[in-house]
């Protein structure tokens, strides 16, 4: 399984977290990803189909 990494500021994301809770926590943050500001810290893993 691979996961690219999208993001902005330091990385939050726990590497043993499973498919499921990466995916809620991409689907909850991904938006933010998007938008956040340089100061923000925000950080997102998909599945690379």
Known sequence: MM???ASIGE???DNSR???ELN???EQWFICVL???EE???T???HLE
């Open 3 to 5: 996961w690219q990494k």
């Open 11 to 13: 990385d939050r994301i």
């Open 18 to 20: 499973t498919e499921g």
């Open 24 to 26: 809620r926590f991409c």
């Open 35 to 37: 938008a956040c500001s």
């Open 40 to 42: 923000a810290i925000c």
């Open 44 to 46: 997102c893993y998909h």
